[in-house]
Protein backbone atom coordinates (compact mmCIF):
# COMPACT_ATOMS: atom_id res chain seq x y z
CA UNK A 1 0.00 0.00 0.00
CA UNK A 2 1.28 3.45 -0.77
CA UNK A 3 2.22 5.85 1.83
CA UNK A 4 0.26 8.41 3.38
CA UNK A 5 1.43 11.87 5.25
CA UNK A 6 -0.38 11.87 8.23
CA UNK A 7 -0.72 13.81 11.48
CA UNK A 8 0.09 11.59 14.17
CA UNK A 9 -3.11 11.86 15.89
CA UNK A 10 -5.29 11.15 12.87
CA UNK A 11 -3.04 8.48 12.38
CA UNK A 12 -3.92 7.05 15.49
CA UNK A 13 -7.51 7.22 15.06
CA UNK A 14 -7.38 5.74 11.60
CA UNK A 15 -5.00 2.69 12.46
CA UNK A 16 -8.04 2.52 15.47
CA UNK A 17 -10.41 2.69 12.81
CA UNK A 18 -8.48 -0.17 10.69
CA UNK A 19 -8.68 -2.28 13.99
CA UNK A 20 -12.27 -2.85 13.95
CA UNK A 21 -13.22 -0.03 16.48
CA UNK A 22 -16.61 0.03 16.98
CA UNK A 23 -17.36 2.64 19.42
CA UNK A 24 -15.38 5.94 20.39
CA UNK A 25 -15.96 8.02 23.34
CA UNK A 26 -14.23 10.90 24.13
CA UNK A 27 -14.04 14.52 25.51
CA UNK A 28 -11.66 17.19 23.28
CA UNK A 29 -8.32 18.47 24.83
CA UNK A 30 -5.19 20.14 22.85
CA UNK A 31 -2.95 18.36 21.96
CA UNK A 32 -5.17 15.47 20.93
CA UNK A 33 -8.26 17.05 19.45
CA UNK A 34 -7.71 16.49 15.95
CA UNK A 35 -7.66 12.03 16.91
CA UNK A 36 -11.57 13.22 18.53
CA UNK A 37 -12.56 15.80 15.25
CA UNK A 38 -11.38 13.19 12.83
CA UNK A 39 -13.25 10.02 14.26
CA UNK A 40 -16.25 12.64 14.73
CA UNK A 41 -16.61 12.37 11.17
CA UNK A 42 -15.23 8.94 10.22
CA UNK A 43 -16.95 6.47 12.39
CA UNK A 44 -20.51 7.79 11.43
CA UNK A 45 -19.65 7.74 7.76
CA UNK A 46 -18.69 4.16 8.76
CA UNK A 47 -21.97 3.56 10.85
CA UNK A 48 -20.23 3.31 13.77
CA UNK A 49 -20.30 4.78 17.19
CA UNK A 50 -18.88 7.89 17.64
CA UNK A 51 -20.16 9.60 21.00
CA UNK A 52 -18.56 13.61 22.46
CA UNK A 53 -19.17 12.70 26.45
CA UNK A 54 -19.62 15.64 29.13
CA UNK A 55 -16.70 15.32 30.61
CA UNK A 56 -13.69 13.02 30.59
CA UNK A 57 -15.47 11.42 33.69
CA UNK A 58 -18.68 10.70 31.22
CA UNK A 59 -16.35 9.29 28.16
CA UNK A 60 -14.23 6.57 30.84
CA UNK A 61 -17.40 5.41 31.80
CA UNK A 62 -19.31 5.00 28.44
CA UNK A 63 -16.16 3.08 27.31
CA UNK A 64 -16.03 0.71 30.49
CA UNK A 65 -19.86 0.29 29.67
CA UNK A 66 -19.29 -0.17 26.09
CA UNK A 67 -16.56 -2.66 26.85
CA UNK A 68 -18.46 -5.18 28.52
CA UNK A 69 -20.68 -5.70 25.77
CA UNK A 70 -17.73 -6.91 23.90
CA UNK A 71 -17.54 -4.32 21.51
CA UNK A 72 -13.88 -3.26 20.50
CA UNK A 73 -13.80 0.48 21.88
CA UNK A 74 -11.46 3.04 22.64
CA UNK A 75 -11.16 6.86 24.09
CA UNK A 76 -8.53 8.98 24.35
CA UNK A 77 -6.93 12.44 26.05
CA UNK A 78 -3.64 14.51 27.31
CA UNK A 79 -2.99 14.74 30.29
CA UNK A 80 -5.17 16.61 32.87
CA UNK A 81 -8.20 15.11 30.84
CA UNK A 82 -6.46 11.35 31.60
CA UNK A 83 -5.99 12.03 35.10
CA UNK A 84 -10.02 12.63 35.25
CA UNK A 85 -10.18 9.23 33.96
CA UNK A 86 -8.06 7.59 36.73
CA UNK A 87 -11.12 6.33 38.39
CA UNK A 88 -12.74 4.83 35.53
CA UNK A 89 -9.54 3.35 34.73
CA UNK A 90 -9.14 1.41 37.46
CA UNK A 91 -12.55 0.07 37.31
CA UNK A 92 -11.82 -1.06 33.68
CA UNK A 93 -8.71 -2.91 35.35
CA UNK A 94 -10.59 -4.37 38.10
CA UNK A 95 -13.64 -5.55 35.87
CA UNK A 96 -10.57 -7.46 34.00
CA UNK A 97 -11.45 -5.14 30.59
CA UNK A 98 -10.02 -5.21 27.20
CA UNK A 99 -9.96 -1.45 26.64
CA UNK A 100 -7.78 0.62 24.54
CA UNK A 101 -6.93 4.58 25.91
CA UNK A 102 -4.44 7.21 24.19
CA UNK A 103 -2.49 9.72 26.08
CA UNK A 104 -0.95 12.47 24.02
CA UNK A 105 0.76 13.73 27.01
CA UNK A 106 1.40 17.16 27.65
CA UNK A 107 3.60 20.22 29.81
CA UNK A 108 1.97 19.94 33.70
CA UNK A 109 1.47 18.99 36.13
CA UNK A 110 -1.85 20.69 36.45
CA UNK A 111 -3.53 22.76 33.92
CA UNK A 112 0.27 23.39 32.32
CA UNK A 113 0.22 24.16 28.49
CA UNK A 114 -0.28 22.34 25.42
CA UNK A 115 2.95 21.24 24.43
CA UNK A 116 4.82 18.18 25.06
CA UNK A 117 5.77 16.44 27.72
CA UNK A 118 6.65 12.68 29.27
CA UNK A 119 5.70 13.67 32.48
CA UNK A 120 2.75 11.54 32.95
CA UNK A 121 5.30 8.30 32.90
CA UNK A 122 4.95 7.61 36.47
CA UNK A 123 1.12 8.00 36.06
CA UNK A 124 0.60 6.12 33.75
CA UNK A 125 3.04 3.17 33.71
CA UNK A 126 3.09 2.58 37.40
CA UNK A 127 -0.88 3.10 37.93
CA UNK A 128 -2.50 5.94 38.38
CA UNK A 129 -5.66 4.92 39.22
CA UNK A 130 -6.21 2.82 42.79
CA UNK A 131 -5.62 -0.81 43.36
CA UNK A 132 -3.19 -3.49 42.01
CA UNK A 133 -2.96 -3.25 38.35
CA UNK A 134 -1.04 -3.63 35.66
CA UNK A 135 -1.83 -1.36 32.03
CA UNK A 136 0.04 -2.57 29.29
CA UNK A 137 1.67 0.87 28.09
CA UNK A 138 3.23 1.62 24.70
CA UNK A 139 5.19 4.25 23.58
CA UNK A 140 5.68 5.37 19.86
CA UNK A 141 7.89 7.50 18.57
CA UNK A 142 7.09 8.43 15.29
CA UNK A 143 4.10 7.69 13.28
CA UNK A 144 4.16 4.49 11.65
CA UNK A 145 4.94 3.05 14.87
CA UNK A 146 1.95 4.85 16.25
CA UNK A 147 -0.24 3.30 13.65
CA UNK A 148 1.00 -0.56 14.14
CA UNK A 149 0.69 -0.45 17.64
CA UNK A 150 -2.66 1.04 17.84
CA UNK A 151 -3.70 -1.36 15.63
CA UNK A 152 -2.28 -3.95 17.63
CA UNK A 153 -3.53 -2.86 20.84
CA UNK A 154 -7.01 -4.27 20.56
CA UNK A 155 -5.90 -7.80 20.37
CA UNK A 156 -3.39 -7.54 22.85
CA UNK A 157 -6.15 -5.61 24.95
CA UNK A 158 -8.64 -8.75 24.22
CA UNK A 159 -6.23 -11.49 24.60
CA UNK A 160 -5.41 -10.12 28.10
CA UNK A 161 -8.63 -8.70 29.44
CA UNK A 162 -6.18 -5.64 29.91
CA UNK A 163 -5.77 -1.96 29.73
CA UNK A 164 -3.83 -1.03 27.05
CA UNK A 165 -2.54 2.34 26.51
CA UNK A 166 -0.91 3.89 24.02
CA UNK A 167 1.67 6.84 25.72
CA UNK A 168 2.33 9.48 23.18
CA UNK A 169 3.50 13.19 23.16
CA UNK A 170 2.02 16.31 21.67
CA UNK A 171 5.03 16.57 19.07
CA UNK A 172 4.26 13.21 17.96
CA UNK A 173 -0.14 13.94 17.82
CA UNK A 174 0.77 17.44 15.84
CA UNK A 175 3.68 16.36 13.37
CA UNK A 176 3.41 14.45 10.10
CA UNK A 177 5.53 11.53 8.48
CA UNK A 178 4.46 9.68 5.54
CA UNK A 179 3.20 6.07 6.73
CA UNK A 180 1.84 2.93 5.72
CA UNK A 181 -1.71 2.25 6.99
CA UNK A 182 -2.92 -1.39 7.70
CA UNK A 183 -5.95 -3.15 5.85
CA UNK A 184 -9.05 -2.06 7.03
CA UNK A 185 -11.50 -4.64 9.24
CA UNK A 186 -15.15 -4.28 9.77
CA UNK A 187 -16.41 -3.45 13.47
CA UNK A 188 -15.44 -5.52 15.94
CA UNK A 189 -18.35 -7.06 18.48
CA UNK A 190 -16.91 -10.42 20.00
CA UNK A 191 -18.85 -12.69 22.59
CA UNK A 192 -16.32 -13.81 24.58
CA UNK A 193 -17.50 -16.23 27.35
CA UNK A 194 -17.89 -12.84 29.81
CA UNK A 195 -19.46 -10.45 28.00
CA UNK A 196 -22.57 -9.00 28.25
CA UNK A 197 -23.91 -8.50 25.17
CA UNK A 198 -27.92 -10.77 26.06
CA UNK A 199 -28.52 -13.76 28.34
CA UNK A 200 -31.36 -14.90 26.01
CA UNK A 201 -30.88 -18.42 26.52
CA UNK A 202 -28.20 -18.67 28.97
CA UNK A 203 -27.44 -18.26 32.00
CA UNK A 204 -26.80 -13.95 33.56
CA UNK A 205 -23.31 -12.97 33.60
CA UNK A 206 -22.39 -10.25 35.91
CA UNK A 207 -19.29 -7.61 34.95
CA UNK A 208 -18.27 -6.10 37.81
CA UNK A 209 -15.05 -4.69 39.99
CA UNK A 210 -16.95 -4.90 43.25
CA UNK A 211 -15.11 -7.73 45.50
CA UNK A 212 -17.07 -7.53 49.35
CA UNK A 213 -15.67 -10.41 50.64
CA UNK A 214 -12.10 -9.68 50.66
CA UNK A 215 -10.66 -13.34 49.91
CA UNK A 216 -12.61 -13.11 46.66
CA UNK A 217 -10.84 -9.65 46.00
CA UNK A 218 -7.59 -11.51 46.43
CA UNK A 219 -8.20 -14.26 44.52
CA UNK A 220 -8.90 -11.84 42.01
CA UNK A 221 -5.58 -9.91 42.68
CA UNK A 222 -3.82 -12.44 42.39
CA UNK A 223 -5.22 -13.62 38.54
CA UNK A 224 -4.33 -10.08 38.22
CA UNK A 225 -0.69 -10.83 39.07
CA UNK A 226 -0.64 -14.27 37.11
CA UNK A 227 -1.35 -12.69 34.38
CA UNK A 228 0.71 -9.57 34.42
CA UNK A 229 3.75 -12.30 34.21
CA UNK A 230 2.29 -13.98 31.06
CA UNK A 231 2.39 -10.23 29.90
CA UNK A 232 6.13 -9.56 30.71
CA UNK A 233 6.90 -12.93 29.71
CA UNK A 234 5.35 -12.27 25.93
CA UNK A 235 4.57 -8.75 25.10
CA UNK A 236 8.47 -6.88 25.92
CA UNK A 237 8.64 -3.96 22.88
CA UNK A 238 12.32 -2.29 22.48
CA UNK A 239 14.49 -1.18 19.26
CA UNK A 240 18.21 -0.82 19.57
CA UNK A 241 20.64 1.58 17.19
CA UNK A 242 24.15 0.93 16.99
CA UNK A 243 24.50 -1.17 19.75
CA UNK A 244 26.66 -3.85 18.74
CA UNK A 245 29.83 -2.78 19.70
CA UNK A 246 28.57 0.24 21.95
CA UNK A 247 30.51 1.00 25.18
CA UNK A 248 27.87 3.76 25.91
CA UNK A 249 24.14 3.81 25.44
CA UNK A 250 21.64 6.63 25.57
CA UNK A 251 18.13 5.59 26.96
CA UNK A 252 14.80 7.08 26.19
CA UNK A 253 11.57 6.19 24.84
CA UNK A 254 8.93 7.92 22.35
CA UNK A 255 9.94 11.54 21.29
CA UNK A 256 12.85 12.31 23.46
CA UNK A 257 14.08 8.94 21.89
CA UNK A 258 13.90 9.52 18.61
CA UNK A 259 15.49 13.01 19.35
CA UNK A 260 18.42 11.21 21.18
CA UNK A 261 19.10 9.08 17.79
CA UNK A 262 20.25 12.61 16.38
CA UNK A 263 22.64 12.85 18.87
CA UNK A 264 23.50 9.15 18.93
CA UNK A 265 24.41 9.68 15.07
CA UNK A 266 26.79 12.77 15.85
CA UNK A 267 28.57 11.40 18.42
CA UNK A 268 28.87 8.32 16.24
CA UNK A 269 30.09 10.81 13.92
CA UNK A 270 32.73 12.11 16.38
CA UNK A 271 34.14 8.53 17.01
CA UNK A 272 32.37 7.38 19.94
CA UNK A 273 30.90 4.23 20.44
CA UNK A 274 27.70 4.87 21.32
CA UNK A 275 23.69 3.53 21.00
CA UNK A 276 20.29 3.77 21.57
CA UNK A 277 18.07 1.48 23.69
CA UNK A 278 14.47 3.06 23.14
CA UNK A 279 12.05 0.77 25.14
CA UNK A 280 8.60 0.29 23.01
CA UNK A 281 6.46 -1.07 25.97
CA UNK A 282 6.98 0.67 28.95
CA UNK A 283 4.90 -1.79 30.83
CA UNK A 284 6.09 -4.92 30.43
CA UNK A 285 9.43 -3.16 30.61
CA UNK A 286 12.27 -4.62 28.80
CA UNK A 287 14.37 -5.21 31.98
CA UNK A 288 16.37 -8.38 30.79
CA UNK A 289 17.37 -6.62 27.73
CA UNK A 290 18.11 -3.88 28.95
CA UNK A 291 19.94 -5.36 31.93
CA UNK A 292 21.95 -7.89 29.86
CA UNK A 293 22.70 -4.52 27.62
CA UNK A 294 24.31 -2.43 30.80
CA UNK A 295 26.78 -5.31 31.84
CA UNK A 296 28.40 -5.22 28.54
CA UNK A 297 28.29 -0.85 28.87
CA UNK A 298 30.96 1.70 30.15
CA UNK A 299 28.00 3.88 30.98
CA UNK A 300 23.87 4.71 30.22
CA UNK A 301 22.48 8.32 29.52
CA UNK A 302 18.62 8.61 30.03
CA UNK A 303 16.62 11.46 28.43
CA UNK A 304 13.50 11.87 29.25
CA UNK A 305 10.80 15.22 28.82
CA UNK A 306 10.28 15.39 33.00
CA UNK A 307 12.47 14.86 35.92
CA UNK A 308 13.62 11.49 35.28
CA UNK A 309 10.65 9.37 36.33
CA UNK A 310 12.25 6.34 33.46
CA UNK A 311 15.38 7.06 35.63
CA UNK A 312 14.20 5.17 38.35
CA UNK A 313 13.29 2.17 36.57
CA UNK A 314 16.41 2.53 34.95
CA UNK A 315 18.03 2.48 38.33
CA UNK A 316 16.96 -0.42 39.42
CA UNK A 317 17.13 -2.88 36.49
CA UNK A 318 20.50 -1.82 36.00
CA UNK A 319 21.39 -2.38 39.72
CA UNK A 320 23.38 0.37 40.19
CA UNK A 321 26.20 -1.89 38.41
CA UNK A 322 27.59 1.02 35.71
CA UNK A 323 27.27 4.61 36.02
CA UNK A 324 24.18 6.30 35.46
CA UNK A 325 23.50 10.01 33.99
CA UNK A 326 20.50 11.78 33.71
CA UNK A 327 18.99 14.47 31.07
CA UNK A 328 15.53 16.14 31.31
CA UNK A 329 13.92 18.71 29.92
CA UNK A 330 9.99 19.51 31.46
CA UNK A 331 7.19 22.03 31.12
CA UNK A 332 6.33 21.21 27.32
CA UNK A 333 10.27 22.02 26.01
CA UNK A 334 11.64 19.38 23.56
CA UNK A 335 15.61 18.67 24.10
CA UNK A 336 17.68 19.56 20.71
CA UNK A 337 20.04 16.75 19.68
CA UNK A 338 23.09 19.24 20.77
CA UNK A 339 22.06 19.49 24.07
CA UNK A 340 22.13 15.79 24.45
CA UNK A 341 25.42 15.13 22.11
CA UNK A 342 27.29 17.41 25.06
CA UNK A 343 25.51 15.36 28.17
CA UNK A 344 27.23 12.16 25.96
CA UNK A 345 30.32 14.04 25.94
CA UNK A 346 29.69 14.34 29.38
CA UNK A 347 29.08 10.68 30.57
CA UNK A 348 32.31 9.77 28.15
CA UNK A 349 35.14 12.48 29.32
CA UNK A 350 34.11 13.20 32.27
CA UNK A 351 32.70 10.36 34.15
CA UNK A 352 31.27 10.94 37.48
CA UNK A 353 31.53 8.53 40.65
CA UNK A 354 28.71 5.91 40.48
CA UNK A 355 27.70 6.80 44.11
CA UNK A 356 24.96 10.00 44.39
CA UNK A 357 21.64 10.59 42.27
CA UNK A 358 21.48 11.41 38.54
CA UNK A 359 18.68 13.18 39.11
CA UNK A 360 20.99 15.50 41.88
CA UNK A 361 23.70 15.98 39.46
CA UNK A 362 21.37 17.01 36.60
CA UNK A 363 19.73 19.44 39.02
CA UNK A 364 23.43 20.87 40.06
CA UNK A 365 24.12 21.46 36.51
CA UNK A 366 21.52 22.77 35.27
CA UNK A 367 19.35 24.26 38.39
CA UNK A 368 21.86 27.01 38.49
CA UNK A 369 20.51 27.89 34.40
CA UNK A 370 17.52 28.36 35.48
CA UNK B 1 22.54 12.99 3.38
CA UNK B 2 20.12 15.43 5.73
CA UNK B 3 18.49 18.53 5.58
CA UNK B 4 16.37 20.44 7.62
CA UNK B 5 14.25 23.18 6.42
CA UNK B 6 12.06 25.85 8.56
CA UNK B 7 9.58 28.10 6.73
CA UNK B 8 8.25 30.83 8.91
CA UNK B 9 6.41 33.59 8.62
CA UNK B 10 3.04 36.04 10.06
CA UNK B 11 -0.14 33.00 10.07
CA UNK B 12 -1.85 33.18 6.96
CA UNK B 13 1.13 33.38 4.80
CA UNK B 14 1.38 29.64 3.70
CA UNK B 15 3.88 28.86 5.99
CA UNK B 16 2.36 25.17 6.93
CA UNK B 17 1.14 24.73 3.43
CA UNK B 18 4.49 25.45 1.81
CA UNK B 19 5.83 22.93 4.47
CA UNK B 20 3.49 20.72 3.88
CA UNK B 21 4.36 20.53 -0.18
CA UNK B 22 7.82 20.30 0.16
CA UNK B 23 7.12 17.31 2.70
CA UNK B 24 4.54 15.57 0.11
CA UNK B 25 7.25 16.14 -2.78
CA UNK B 26 9.67 14.21 -0.93
CA UNK B 27 7.65 11.58 0.26
CA UNK B 28 6.59 10.86 -3.38
CA UNK B 29 10.60 10.56 -4.10
CA UNK B 30 11.12 7.85 -1.40
CA UNK B 31 12.42 9.72 0.89
CA UNK B 32 11.92 9.84 4.50
CA UNK B 33 10.47 13.35 6.04
CA UNK B 34 8.99 14.73 8.79
CA UNK B 35 6.68 18.05 9.38
CA UNK B 36 6.12 19.54 12.98
CA UNK B 37 4.77 22.94 13.15
CA UNK B 38 5.55 25.54 15.27
CA UNK B 39 5.38 24.39 18.64
CA UNK B 40 6.19 24.75 22.37
CA UNK B 41 8.80 27.20 23.10
CA UNK B 42 8.94 28.21 19.44
CA UNK B 43 5.23 29.80 19.27
CA UNK B 44 6.44 32.60 21.08
CA UNK B 45 7.93 35.68 19.19
CA UNK B 46 5.42 36.14 16.55
CA UNK B 47 5.72 34.13 14.01
CA UNK B 48 3.87 30.75 12.86
CA UNK B 49 6.91 28.04 11.77
CA UNK B 50 7.06 24.84 10.34
CA UNK B 51 10.41 22.74 10.49
CA UNK B 52 10.67 20.10 7.45
CA UNK B 53 13.57 17.38 7.75
CA UNK B 54 14.42 15.02 4.47
CA UNK B 55 16.74 12.63 4.99
CA UNK B 56 17.33 9.17 3.26
CA UNK B 57 17.72 7.26 6.37
CA UNK B 58 15.47 7.25 9.56
CA UNK B 59 14.45 10.78 10.81
CA UNK B 60 15.54 10.99 14.69
CA UNK B 61 15.16 15.06 15.89
CA UNK B 62 11.83 16.53 13.70
CA UNK B 63 13.19 19.72 15.97
CA UNK B 64 16.60 21.42 14.65
CA UNK B 65 18.38 24.00 16.04
CA UNK B 66 20.53 24.88 12.99
CA UNK B 67 18.66 24.20 9.63
CA UNK B 68 20.40 23.77 6.42
CA UNK B 69 18.14 26.50 5.13
CA UNK B 70 15.47 28.92 6.25
CA UNK B 71 12.93 30.52 4.14
CA UNK B 72 12.55 34.03 6.41
CA UNK B 73 8.56 35.86 5.40
CA UNK B 74 8.83 38.49 7.43
CA UNK B 75 11.48 40.65 9.81
CA UNK B 76 10.26 38.61 13.02
CA UNK B 77 11.88 35.32 11.25
CA UNK B 78 14.68 37.14 9.49
CA UNK B 79 15.63 37.79 13.30
CA UNK B 80 14.79 34.97 15.12
CA UNK B 81 16.30 32.63 12.43
CA UNK B 82 19.49 34.52 10.57
CA UNK B 83 21.70 33.41 13.37
CA UNK B 84 20.48 29.48 13.46
CA UNK B 85 20.94 29.00 9.50
CA UNK B 86 24.15 26.39 9.44
CA UNK B 87 27.40 28.00 8.20
CA UNK B 88 27.04 27.13 4.18
CA UNK B 89 23.63 26.87 4.63
CA UNK B 90 20.78 28.63 2.32
CA UNK B 91 18.59 31.87 3.88
CA UNK B 92 15.79 32.93 1.63
CA UNK B 93 14.37 36.41 2.49
CA UNK B 94 11.37 37.79 1.55
CA UNK B 95 12.62 41.31 1.00
CA UNK B 96 9.07 42.84 0.53
CA UNK B 97 8.62 42.13 4.27
CA UNK B 98 11.92 43.32 5.71
CA UNK B 99 13.79 46.97 6.00
CA UNK B 100 17.44 45.49 6.38
CA UNK B 101 19.97 43.29 4.68
CA UNK B 102 21.29 40.05 5.81
CA UNK B 103 24.31 40.60 8.52
CA UNK B 104 25.74 36.96 7.93
CA UNK B 105 28.35 36.91 5.11
CA UNK B 106 29.22 32.22 5.56
CA UNK B 107 25.68 31.88 4.32
CA UNK B 108 23.70 31.88 0.84
CA UNK B 109 21.39 34.81 0.64
CA UNK B 110 18.78 34.87 -1.75
CA UNK B 111 16.60 38.28 -1.26
CA UNK B 112 13.22 38.09 -3.26
CA UNK B 113 10.29 40.39 -3.68
CA UNK B 114 8.28 37.75 -3.37
CA UNK B 115 4.80 39.97 -2.23
CA UNK B 116 5.40 42.04 -5.32
CA UNK B 117 6.19 39.32 -7.83
CA UNK B 118 3.23 37.81 -6.17
CA UNK B 119 1.31 40.82 -7.16
CA UNK B 120 2.48 40.94 -10.62
CA UNK B 121 1.04 37.39 -11.24
CA UNK B 122 -1.63 38.86 -9.60
CA UNK B 123 -2.43 36.79 -6.36
CA UNK B 124 -0.41 37.83 -3.77
CA UNK B 125 -1.58 34.03 -1.91
CA UNK B 126 1.97 32.92 -4.19
CA UNK B 127 3.86 34.43 -2.04
CA UNK B 128 5.49 31.44 -0.12
CA UNK B 129 5.33 29.45 -3.86
CA UNK B 130 7.82 32.19 -5.03
CA UNK B 131 9.83 31.78 -1.84
CA UNK B 132 9.49 27.77 -2.27
CA UNK B 133 10.72 28.38 -6.08
CA UNK B 134 13.77 30.58 -4.59
CA UNK B 135 14.71 27.55 -2.13
CA UNK B 136 14.72 25.01 -4.46
CA UNK B 137 17.05 27.00 -6.66
CA UNK B 138 19.69 27.53 -3.81
CA UNK B 139 19.52 24.31 -1.67
CA UNK B 140 19.88 20.70 -3.40
CA UNK B 141 17.42 18.42 -1.65
CA UNK B 142 14.56 18.36 -4.37
CA UNK B 143 14.24 19.05 -7.94
CA UNK B 144 11.35 21.97 -8.82
CA UNK B 145 9.53 19.39 -11.18
CA UNK B 146 9.26 16.99 -8.01
CA UNK B 147 7.14 19.93 -5.97
CA UNK B 148 5.06 20.73 -9.14
CA UNK B 149 3.81 17.23 -9.53
CA UNK B 150 3.47 17.19 -5.63
CA UNK B 151 0.95 19.77 -6.18
CA UNK B 152 -0.65 18.58 -9.03
CA UNK B 153 -1.27 15.41 -7.01
CA UNK B 154 -2.07 16.96 -3.77
CA UNK B 155 -3.84 19.70 -4.03
CA UNK B 156 -7.67 19.68 -3.71
CA UNK B 157 -9.26 19.54 -6.97
CA UNK B 158 -10.99 22.69 -6.52
CA UNK B 159 -7.29 24.50 -6.49
CA UNK B 160 -6.28 22.94 -9.72
CA UNK B 161 -7.23 26.04 -11.45
CA UNK B 162 -4.34 27.76 -9.84
CA UNK B 163 -1.72 25.02 -10.50
CA UNK B 164 -0.46 26.97 -13.65
CA UNK B 165 -0.06 29.94 -11.51
CA UNK B 166 1.48 28.21 -8.69
CA UNK B 167 4.30 26.98 -10.94
CA UNK B 168 4.74 30.22 -12.38
CA UNK B 169 5.21 31.54 -9.18
CA UNK B 170 7.79 28.91 -8.37
CA UNK B 171 9.75 30.03 -11.73
CA UNK B 172 10.25 33.17 -10.89
CA UNK B 173 11.31 32.86 -7.24
CA UNK B 174 13.90 30.02 -8.95
CA UNK B 175 15.28 33.16 -10.89
CA UNK B 176 16.64 34.45 -7.55
CA UNK B 177 20.24 32.13 -6.93
CA UNK B 178 22.03 33.41 -4.61
CA UNK B 179 26.08 34.58 -5.06
CA UNK B 180 28.12 32.16 -3.39
CA UNK B 181 29.25 32.66 -0.28
CA UNK B 182 32.70 34.69 -0.30
CA UNK B 183 35.31 33.91 1.29
Known amino acids: MAKELMKGNVAIAEAA ?3 GLNAYFGYPITPQTELLEYLSSRMPELGRTFLQAESELGAVNMVY ?10 SSSSSPGTSLMMEGISYIAGTELPVVI ?13 APAQADYNQIVHGGGHGDYHPIVLAPANIQEAIDLTYGAFDLAEKYRSLVVILADGSLGQMMEPAELPEMKPAIMRTPDWATYGSEGRKKRILSSIYLDPPEQEKTNFRLEHRWQEIKANEVQYKEYFLEDADYAVVGFGTSGRIALSAVRAARAKGIKIGLF ?10 KELF ?21 DVLNITRRQIPVEFYGRMGGILPMPEEIEAEIDLLVN ?3 AANGHPRDRWLARFGKKN | MQKEIIIAGFGGQGVLFAGQLLTYAAMDQGLQVTWIPSYGPEMRGGTANCTVVISDDEIGSPMVS ?18 KVKDGGVLVVNQSMVDREVRRSDIKVAMVPAN ?22 NLDILPVEAVEKALKEHLPERHHKLLTLNKEAMQRGGKYVAAAISA
Open chain 1, 17 to 19: VRA
Open chain 1, 350 to 352: EPT
Open chain 2, 66 to 83: RPSAVIAMNLPSLDKYED
Open chain 1, 102 to 114: VDVMRGGPGLGNI
Open chain 2, 116 to 137: TIAEELGDKRMTNMVLLGALLA
Open chain 1, 65 to 74: GAACTGARVM
Open chain 1, 278 to 287: RPVSLAPYPE
Open chain 1, 292 to 312: ELSKRLKGLLVVEMNAGQMLE
